[in-house]
């Protein structure tokens, strides 16, 4: 039996990636078994998300441009090898109840981007002082791009999409500092956010998610096709 909180982390984050990829000028498409694009999609995110356990190679393979650097999101690491494709990475989905309100942590001032230069700066701070304009304003209205600053500079962040009942957490990062902090300021900006709302997510290293009250709750797999 796939657990549920499994099957509602994979729908959150299929919906995150729909997001993501609208963002770009790309439109998915929700399916029974497959959230899909047709076209490809920004850099990393999948042309694909499984959405049942049940999905099939051909249920993933039709109707994306499944040609060189196509990716798959195996959520419940149940395909096998399939059309050229190999496994790029497995994870972890998690869980975790709703946090409740908290003091934000420590020196860190917790805020969330408003607009498309601070979603710049976040993104520099995101990608080691590089900015690939992959995170761009129209997702702003969806989803909250949270930002820990320090003297103003930001140090550390993480971004939150809720649907369905829960909240995603997702691209938490901490630049010079603690990943720890990252991890507490974006719950205490989900209690306030999102209140009631339990959390998912998915990690490859599960470690500093559990100290925070996260549960692994299922595998996946990203599988990726590439040139040649």
């Known amino acids: 039996m796939t657990d549920p909180r499994a099957l509602a982390a994979a729908r959150n984050n299929a919906e995150w990636c729909d997001l993501m990829s609208r963002a770009h000028g790309v439109t998915g498409e929700f399916g029974a ?3 899909r694009s047709a076209r490809r999609t920004p850099p990393y995110y999948p042309d694909a998300v499984t959405l049942d356990p049940a999905a099939t190679a051909a249920d993933v393979l039709d109707g994306i441009d499944a040609g060189p650097w196509a990716s798959v999101k195996d959520s419940f690491a149940a395909l096998e090898p399939f059309g050229g494709f190999e496994v790029l990475f497995a994870a972890q989905w ?9 003091d934000l942590p420590g020196e860190v001032n917790w805020s969330r981007v408003e607009d498309a230069a601070d979603l710049r700066a976040w993104e520099r701070a995101w990608n080691g002082g590089r900015d690939n304009d992959l995170f761009r304003p129209a997702i702003l209205a969806e989803a909250a791009v949270l930002a820990g600053r320090v003297d103003g500079e930001i140090v550390c962040g993480a971004v939150l999409n809720a649907g369905d009942g829960v909240a995603g957490v997702s ?13 507490a300021g974006a719950l205490a900006m989900a209690a306030r956010l999102f209140p009631g709302r339990p959390l998912v997510g998915y990690e490859s290293d599960v470690e500093p998610a559990e100290r925070h009250g996260f549960t692994p709750v299922g595998a996946l797999r990203v599988w990726l096709k590439e040139s040649g």
């Open 33 to 35: 078994r497959v959230w």
């Open 94 to 102: 998690i869980h975790r109840d709703a946090p409740v309100d908290a």
């Open 171 to 183: 691209n938490v990062f901490a630049a010079g500092r603690d990943v720890d902090d990252a991890w």
